[in-house]
């Protein structure tokens, strides 16, 4: 029931921006805290990004605070990862993530490549 779909991933130059979209349906949208995270090739997947779903509380991995921000609109069920002065440690396939009932839900995942 539970489904989340990201898009907007490309590739881009470093310094570059991107904003990544996760269209999310199956459950109320606007109680939930989102989550974005990322993973490259024989690494674990590391947490990018919250926004929580009461008060719209942000919180950023240390490696990310300052150009990446995320946003949710919750009459469009979307959550938004805005990532801004790109650099090439940033190319990772990135996740949208929920919590619902226990259970961790994961998109399909969206491709970033950052070239240096």
């Known amino acids: 029931q539970v489904q989340l779909v990201e898009s907007g991933g490309g590739l881009v130059q470093a310094g570059g921006s991107l904003r990544l979209s996760c269209a999310a349906s199956?459950?109320?949208?606007?109680?939930?805290?989102m989550n974005w995270y990322r993973q490259t090739p024989g690494k674990e997947r590391d947490l990018v990004a919250v926004?929580?779903?009461?008060?719209?509380?942000?919180h950023y991995a240390d490696s990310v605070k300052g150009r990446f921000t995320i946003s949710r609109d919750n009459d469009k069920k979307t959550v938004y990862l805005q990532m801004n002065s790109l650099k090439a440690e940033d190319t990772a396939v990135y996740f949208c993530?929920?919590?619902?009932?226990?259970?961790?839900?994961w998109g399909q995942g969206t491709q970033v490549t950052v070239s240096s």
């Open positions: 993530n929920v919590v619902y009932w226990g259970k961790n839900y």
């Open positions: 926004i929580t779903g009461v008060g719209d509380s942000r």
């Open positions: 199956g459950f109320p949208f606007s109680r939930y805290t």
